[in-house]
């Protein structure tokens, strides 16, 4: 079935820092350690992350503000260094991580090692001129982004070639949205301007 979702109602979320497009360059990609410290079993994590990715965590969202564990990590360190939406965890005290890990994830206080994937960045620009996209897409209910799970025949495959299963999506048409909205203006179609994020490879 064309343009296939997967969905649960959206709730409502904390506006997000704005994404810094164009870094790292397209078609580049960066690998890094941070550590993340837990000083109060009461100071919220301050991102949002979801396990979509086979094999990786995909951070969602970051929440704004220095008063969580992702914050105060951020405010310290160099830009390169900072957490943002759009990147995958791809190992947590050296283990590949997992939804079980996500939720256990700095449970307490204490600190964890974690390595991340900043995979490259790129936008497609599409017109759906009445035809079939093709996007099979899948979103949580709380997220900010959509993960491409399948892309069958239709304009993307015509358009965007360079668009693959395991990509995410994280604007359409410029707007910072929830994923079901997301959803929503792809399947209505027409003009859309897509900004995705690469699956780490």
Known sequence: QDNAMVYSPVDEFP?????PWGSPPKGKATRFSVTLTRSNAALPLGWLLDDLNPGVLFIDSVFPGGGSVVGCHNSIVSEELRLRQGDFVVAIDGRAPSSASRDSFLAGEGEARIEVKRSARYTVVLDSRGEP???VLRGKSKGSSVYVERIDDGEVKRQAPE???????????GSKVSAGAMMAMVRAGGKLRLDCVRRPT
Do not use: K
């Open 133 to 135: 996209l093709g996007l």
């Open 163 to 173: 668009m693959s299963a395991g990509d995410r999506i994280i604007q359409v048409n």
């Open 15 to 19: 506006v997000l820092e704005d994404p």
